[in-house]
């Protein structure tokens, strides 16, 4: 589908260049105003169609207008956000905004090809567990998005690619390969921004399996930017298929989760509240699985986030303690250690000869990254970890340095999400991942919405940059 | 529609890109989807970025108020593209009005007009907040020409790229550039 025309192209000695228009801009519904007169045009002059919900959701509101600006047929409700967008479509209230995408936006995947829009809309099914006993704790709701959209909207989902997912991407393989060889009875929990926990977990493909648990949309206003959380899946796709193949049956799970989902909601007025609470296996459920001890990742952080305190406390009691892991601990090898790299060769510890290629590129580059630093330093985690002593334990140094995570333990500990009582588990906030909006009483629909407008947020008031323009090159 | 305005111009000392924005805008659809738009404005960023150490004078604008944004956007067009129905004076030389021997700078320009509360527009504005003494930053045009592949171009009603003098053989000096007619361009520092 075409969406900007071409209004003026110049191929000429003294100027090259072109300018656009998009004409049906001006049709995008958004805004609480412009949803009520859209929706009074439409019951004169449409009728039928996309319009039709919009004269339903409006029909019995034009006879009177009610306090609080409301109409008779109106009501105002709160209703949880991802409910909301499954309804009255993803944008709710921002219809024909689209998302803010990241400047590192690629123009190909992990394979340099340019991801389908039937890939995209099969991420659901493509990126669920291999392993049927993971199933129940695989939170595909991210993933079935695409699926929603049209073919141009699917096509608006590029890849994301950044040397810091690149970075967290070596790190999850050097974590990995601490676990090479030792008995299949660790489950590992990445909660960091949704990028970079997409590629530590791509990283540790290999022989941890991914378990996604993304259980939001995005929003153009949304708070939790899960819209890069795709891209970065998007872009890894190829590889976590190629490893999910390849993987041997019964490697244990990483819980995958994006720790932006309780990113600060501070403005009804202005921001879509899609953040969401981090749903992970139970204690029962994880020894179930066959699992004696869950590490936990984090970007820097020193404690589980507010959501994960009484499960992780929970956890404890049942004698899986948590133990935490800064990925920052992992370090990347300098001078001749940083040189013997290869796929397929020993890689922080991979095991030699590893049965898969990352094609078609014939030596994937991936830098050599260690528990502190070096190879020497490497297996010192299990010093500082406890749970195993592989060969390489006796021979290992102490790092100069890593950070005090190893010290974590949980502790239970007051937050917005604590059980009322011992034993009652976490409990949602009011409010937390809802939406106020404004519904027809007859239809359901949602008529106007709180964050449809501006709410005065700008950074500059005026005119910026330089205070005016003083004409074109030649003026 | 209520549009917001956003604007960057820039002269850069380093022909060696020119003849790729010219073949990016040249191989451009005269229809694009918002995908193919991201793509061509990722693409004009990742150009552009290598070089930003050659950029030597340049000037941006963001105007939010909609009673001046259509009118700044039209204008900022207009004089750009005027030069192409500009007579050459008689002592120019034949190849064109920006002919010098001495030349090594060319401009470019984007320009976009943004529906005003829209994704786009929120973001330009937020990343258009720099104080004052940071507008002529060669770090803050970086910043910018980042910022085109960040936008929604669902909000983005119409945009512009140009590139001055358009032909490989013609350059413009460092004394034109600071001379009539562009008085309106910063120094970067």
């Known amino acids: ?475 | 529609m209520k549009c917001t305005f956003f604007a960057m111009q820039a002269a850069i000392r380093d022909l060696s890109v020119r003849a790729q924005l010219h073949s990016l805008v040249a191989m451009a659809p005269s229809e694009q989807s918002l995908a193919e738009k991201r793509a061509f404005y990722s693409d004009m960023s990742s150009l552009l970025l290598p070089h930003i150490g050659d950029f030597v004078l340049g000037y941006w604008d963001y105007v939010d108020d909609p009673d001046r944004a259509e009118k700044e956007f039209d204008t900022w067009c207009a004089e750009i593209e005027k030069v192409v129905g500009a007579e050459v004076p008689d002592d120019e030389p034949a190849q064109g009005a920006y002919r010098s021997a001495r030349g090594d700078h060319f401009l470019v320009s984007i320009a976009f007009l943004l529906q005003k509360g829209g994704t786009s527009d929120l973001t330009m504005a937020e990343r258009c907040d720099f104080p004052e003494e940071s507008y002529f930053k060669r770090s803050t045009f970086a910043y910018l020409l980042a910022t085109a592949p960040m936008l929604s171009y669902a909000t983005v009603r119409a945009d512009a790229l140009y590139v001055v003098p358009g032909s490989d053989e013609d350059a413009l000096t460092i004394d034109e550039l600071r001379g009539e007619g562009y008085e309106y361009l910063h120094p970067l520092t």
């Open chain 1, 1 to 475: 589908m075409s969406d900007f025309k071409r209004l003026a192209f110049f191929d000429e000695d003294r100027l090259v260049g072109a300018r656009w228009w998009q004409e049906h801009l001006a049709a995008t519904v958004g805004r609480r105003d412009t949803l009520k007169t859209l929706a009074y045009l439409a019951v004169g002059l449409l009728g039928v169609g996309a319009a039709a919900r919009l004269v339903q959701a409006c029909a019995g509101s034009r006879s009177t207008t009610a306090a609080g600006g409301l109409t008779d047929d109106e009501l105002n409700v709160t209703k949880d956000a991802i409910e909301l967008q499954r309804v009255d479509g993803w944008d709710v209230g921002r219809a024909g905004d689209g998302l803010t995408w990241s400047p590192s936006s690629a123009s190909g995947d992990v394979d340099a090809r340019a991801p389908s829009a039937d890939l995209v809309a099969s991420l659901a099914t493509d990126l669920a567990p291999e392993d049927p006993r993971y199933a129940p704790y695989f939170v595909p709701t991210l993933l079935q998005w695409p699926a929603t959209l049209a073919d141009a909207g699917r096509a608006e989902i590029v890849p994301m690619h950044s040397d810091e997912m690149d970075r967290a991407f070596a790190q999850g393989r050097a974590l990995a390969s601490l676990f090479h060889d030792l008995p299949k009875e660790s489950a590992v929990i990445v909660d960091m921004p949704g990028p970079l926990a997409v590629a530590f977990a791509a990283g540790m493909a290999e022989s941890f399996e991914p378990v996604l648990g993304f259980d939001n949309w995005p929003h153009p206003v949304g708070v939790v930017p899960s819209h890069l959380t795709l891209s970065a899946l998007v872009y890894y796709a190829p590889l976590l298929k190629r490893l999910a193949r390849a993987r041997a049956v019964g490697e244990p799970p990483a819980f995958v989760l994006d720790a932006s989902r309780l990113t600060a909601y501070t403005d009804a007025a202005s921001q879509f509240d899609n953040r969401y609470l981090a749903k992970l296996p139970t204690a029962e459920n994880l020894k179930s699985l066959g699992i004696k001890h869950v590490l936990y990742v984090t970007d820097g952080a020193y404690k589980e986030l507010d959501d994960l305190n009484d499960d992780f406390v929970a956890l404890a009691a049942a004698g899986l303690t948590p133990k935490l892991v800064d990925r920052g601990d992992f370090v990347e090898a300098t001078g001749t250690d940083a040189q013997k790299i290869a796929i397929g060769d020993v890689d922080g510890g991979a095991p030699p000869n590893a049965g898969y290629t990352y094609a078609p590129r014939p030596l994937y580059y991936v830098p050599r990254y260690y528990y502190g630093g070096y190879p020497g330093t490497h297996f010192w985690f299990w010093h500082s970890y406890g749970w195993y002593s592989p060969s390489a334990y006796h021979s290992a140094r102490a790092p100069s340095f890593v950070s005090p995570a190893s010290s974590y333990a949980p502790a239970p500990r007051s937050t917005v999400f604590s059980g009322s009582s011992a034993g009652t588990g976490r409990t949602r906030p009011a409010g937390f991942g809802r939406v106020s909006v404004t519904t027809s009483r007859s239809t359901g629909h949602v008529t106007s919405t709180s964050y449809g407008g501006r709410s005065g947020s700008l950074g500059r008031a005026g005119s910026g940059g330089g205070g005016g323009y003083g004409g074109g090159p030649s003026g």
